[in-house]
T-cell receptor
Framework: KAGVTQTPRYLIKTRGQQVTLSCSPISGHRSVSWYQQTPGQGLQFLFEYFSETQRNKGNFPGRFSGRQFSNSRSEMNVSTLELGDSALYLC????????????FGEGSRLTVL | KNEVEQSPQNLTAQEGEFITINCSYSVGISALHWLQQHPGGGIVSLFMLSSGKKKHGRLIATINIQEKHSSLHITASHPRDSAVYICAVARSYNTDKLIFGTGTRLQVFP
């Protein structure tokens, strides 16, 4: 059974650009959640989706957005990148939000120059 | 004050030692997660608890809802257990919106 796949694994952008990150959950999982990890703030919740609906959003500016497709794959987008957006972005999938184990991807490491 | 506190921040052990990592939280929760993160970033879920105790191999996790405290124990520690262990809580049901502790960095030497 394939795990959670995140692409790209590494990327470098410059300030002002925008970026799109992709997450493919484990087959059969309908819930996808996104987290940001930085050395200063640690792990923080970004958003979660179930059946194409955003269930919750963390305390991040509107530059951070996401969506989930009918096949449960999810994307997140960050527009007008700032230096502080440099981070490891992790997604996780579960069968249903809050029920059972979370399965994490390896993350997408974003560097903003 | 953080809503989820872990102790210790750093822990060094000799192979074979019994290890305890503590997590205290100040909010009402529906579930508590213990996660393991190896260098490079990948996170593995170890336990999800809402009450009592769970055991998986050499790992044991306990939670005391009244005292708002959880512990992760590793018996017969091994160098491959070296990682960052993170406690995280969900404040309501049916959500993966987690509040994370700052992690405990464990190094186990042979």
């Amino acid at each position: 059974k394939a795990g959670v796949t995140q692409t790209p694994r590494y990327l470098i952008k410059t300030r002002g650009q925008q970026v799109t990150l992709s997450c493919s959950p484990i087959s059969g999982h309908r819930s996808v959640s996104w987290y940001q990890q930085t050395p200063g703030q640690g792990l923080q919740f970004l958003f979660e989706y179930f059946s194409e609906t955003q269930r919750n959003k963390g305390n991040f500016p509107g530059r951070f957005s996401g969506r989930q497709f009918s096949n449960s794959r999810s994307e997140m987008n960050v527009s007008t990148l700032e230096l502080g957006d440099s981070a490891l972005y992790l997604c996780a999938s579960s069968l249903v939000n809050g029920v059972g184990e979370l399965f994490f991807g390896e993350g997408s490491r974003l560097t903003v120059l | 004050k953080n809503e989820v506190e872990q102790s210790p921040q750093n822990l060094t052990a000799q192979e074979g030692e019994f290890i305890t990592i503590n997590c205290s939280y100040s909010v009402g929760i529906s579930a508590l997660h213990w996660l393991q993160q190896h260098p490079g970033g990948g996170i593995v879920s170890l336990f999800m608890l809402s009450s009592g105790k769970k055991k998986h191999g050499r790992l044991i996790a306990t939670i005391n809802i009244q005292e708002k405290h959880s512990s992760l124990h590793i018996t017969a520690s091994h160098p491959r257990d070296s990682a960052v262990y993170i406690c995280a809580v969900a404040r309501s049901y049916n959500t993966d919106k987690l509040i994370f502790g700052t992690g405990t960095r464990l190094q186990v030497f042979p």
